[in-house]
């Protein structure tokens, strides 16, 4: 890559930073933790056969070496082991018999909590991403949609590790290292003293690696979200770079992406892998140790053999676990990395959310007023200032005016993806924040000039407007701003798969199944915005011959560019920077040749 190239990179990245992509400098939370297992909760009693069966692996293992310890010194001891033969055969076969027993159990427990953990994952994830489904827009103006993809994709995913295999392991190793301890002062206080005295150790300097290796995985994800965000979008905007012939450029500065997000993930691995290391020289440490003394301690007669052998054994099985809890506490880091990001947009509340006390809205005839709104996207910059405008049911309005005058936000609040900073919208005399959410925008259809294509067939993505439509009228719907022809002349008609965004269509196609979809769900106020502007002429004049039918009883709002498709409008309002400056029919505003009648001049001066 040249140094220019370089250059490039480094300086878009310094701005490629989404306010959730932030570091998060926190210390450790233990309620975070306590709030992620509340996922467990709903299968605590399937669990509870798992930590019984964990229970019995644990405890056969604990035993197997004390019989090992009565055997070893049967045989050393002549006169004993002869007199015995038949007490070592019955010990053989109970420590068979408890190998059995921890194999089925160890089976048992590793098969039900990896089924357990991914139902407590599936519940996550179904959690997560019906939350994000109530955010308002606000949310979806801040973040790209990559940052929003990785919170429920990798982000959960990397918690699976912690709930199939790290919640009971946790418990096992617990239970484990405390009897293994118990046990060893039962048998030999001074010994069992000596070969622990390392463990102090061992935990202070792990303890100088956690809060590294924390900071280290959350970089980790940062950078991911980051490289998912790019992708994301440089996917949708393919068609925009292959024309300015930017593919170098996005390749250096994906480049530099990706060669962050390896070192970052090279140190967080590195810093991780550094508690093997100290466990391994511990556990070197502590076995040496327990043959220097007791050694001392078999040659004063104070131990046996069996006894030291049974040390060694139990002391092996100390640091089994010692080492699993080190890469428990690294896996734990890493899935509270994740679980930060998880919550954060748990946590996030919608700009735009239902009073407790809110009721469905009945059966609307169609009266549509906005009380002296006041709306702001960014504070101190309002995007509407003082509107007021009053709709009877079924007139049809449409919204005129230079890109940036409110258009759009007047349709925005209608539907409440915001709410207004002062003021009112009113549908029937109710104001609609007091209703709920579904049963408003249930009654109000919407077509917009970016139309939107599911990955299906051509009739599910029309039936999307109401999902119990029968296919004829599903395709009455079609028929009636017709895209019937078309459709038929697919392959399989409305049986026709198109792909994510339709891109097998033109975008006059998708505009008219946008328009069928909002059409079949009969709706009584329905939106038009840029509806029209890439379909021919020959098919507009079509569309507007259909929709003096269509829209006769139901009030209609119209934004439009193409001057021509509302010069029928009941009512023009022309919109200036947030504010309305005339208002009226199309004879009455020409006349008047204001702001409205220079517009139509303009629009054909250019055509």
């Not at 009739?459 to 459709?487: C, M, P, Q, S």
């Amino acid at each position: 890559m040249s140094a220019k190239a370089s250059a490039k990179g480094r300086s878009r990245n310094e701005r490629f930073v989404y306010q959730d992509d932030e570091a998060i400098e926190k210390p450790f939370n233990w309620e975070q933790l306590r709030r992620l297992y509340t996922y467990m909760m709903p299968y605590k009693r399937e669990l509870m056969p798992v930590i019984v069966m964990m229970i019995i692996g644990t405890l056969t293992r604990l035993a197997i070496p004390f019989l090992m310890l009565y055997v070893i010194d049967s045989i050393l001891d002549a006169d004993k082991g002869s007199q015995s033969t038949g007490m070592l055969a019955a010990i053989g076969g109970m420590m068979l018999a408890l190998y059995i027993i921890q194999w089925a159990s160890n089976r048992y427990r590793i098969k039900y909590t990896s089924i357990i953990g991914q139902k407590v994952i599936y519940d996550l994830r179904n959690h997560l991403f019906q939350h994000i489904q109530k955010l308002s827009f606000r949310f979806y103006d801040k973040r790209p949609a990559g940052s929003v993809l990785v919170r429920v994709t990798n982000d959960v995913n990397a918690l699976q590790d912690l709930f199939t295999n790290g919640v009971v392991n946790l418990l096992m190793d617990c239970i484990q290292l405390v009897g293994i301890v118990i046990i060893l002062l039962a048998l030999n206080v001074k010994l069992g003293l000596a070969v622990m005295i390392t463990v102090p150790i061992m935990f202070i300097v792990s303890t100088s690696l956690r809060k590294r290796i924390r900071f280290a995985w959350q970089d980790v994800r940062m950078k991911q979200s980051r490289i998912n965000a790019h992708l994301n979008e440089s996917i949708q905007g393919m068609k925009v770079t292959q024309a300015y012939v930017q593919e170098k450029d996005n390749m250096a500065f994906f480049n530099h992406m990706n060669t962050d997000n390896i070192k970052s993930w090279n140190k967080a691995s590195a810093l991780n892998q550094g508690f093997g290391p100290v466990i391994e020289v511990t556990a070197a440490i502590g076995t040496c140790i327990l043959f220097w003394y007791g050694t001392h301690l078999i040659q004063t007669q104070v131990i046996t053999i069996g006894l030291l052998f049974a040390f060694a054994n139990y002391i092996g099985n100390f640091w089994e676990p010692i080492n699993r809890l080190g890469q428990m506490y690294s896996q734990l880091l890493i899935a509270m990395a994740s679980s930060e990001r998880i919550f954060e947009f748990i946590d996030e509340e919608t700009t735009v959310g239902e009073r407790k006390d809110a009721k469905p809205l009945p059966a609307i005839k169609g009266d549509v007023k906005f009380d002296n709104i006041i709306f702001e996207y960014e504070k101190d910059r309002p995007a509407l200032k003082g509107i007021s405008i009053d709709v009877k049911a079924g007139q049809s309005i449409a919204l005129v005016g230079h890109t940036g005058s409110g258009k759009s936000t007047i349709i925005n609040l209608l539907c409440r993806f915001y709410d207004p900073v002062q003021g009112r919208v009113l549908i029937d005399g109710t104001d609609i924040r007091d209703v709920s959410i579904e049963s408003l925008r249930s009654q109000v259809g919407i077509v917009l000039q970016d139309t939107f294509i599911f990955a299906g067939t051509i009739r599910d993505n029309i039936r999307y407007g109401r999902l119990d439509a029968t296919d004829a009228e599903t395709e009455d719907a079609a028929k009636a701003v017709h895209a019937h022809d078309f459709i038929m002349s697919l392959p399989d008609g409305y049986e026709t798969e198109v792909e994510e965004r339709g891109n097998v269509l033109s975008m006059g196609q998708r505009q008219l199944l946008s328009f069928a979809r909002a059409l079949l769900a009969n709706p009584q106020i329905l939106i038009l915005d840029e509806a029209t502007a890439s379909i021919d002429t020959e098919t507009e004049l079509k569309i507007q011959e259909a929709l003096k039918i269509l829209l006769a009883g139901r009030t209609s709002f119209m934004i439009a560019h193409r001057l021509s498709t509302i010069r029928h409008a009941d009512d023009i309002i022309v919109l200036d920077h947030g504010k309305i400056v005339e208002q009226g029919n199309h004879e009455t505003l020409m006349s008047t040749k204001g702001v409205y009648h220079g517009l139509i001049e303009a629009q054909y001066r250019y055509l």
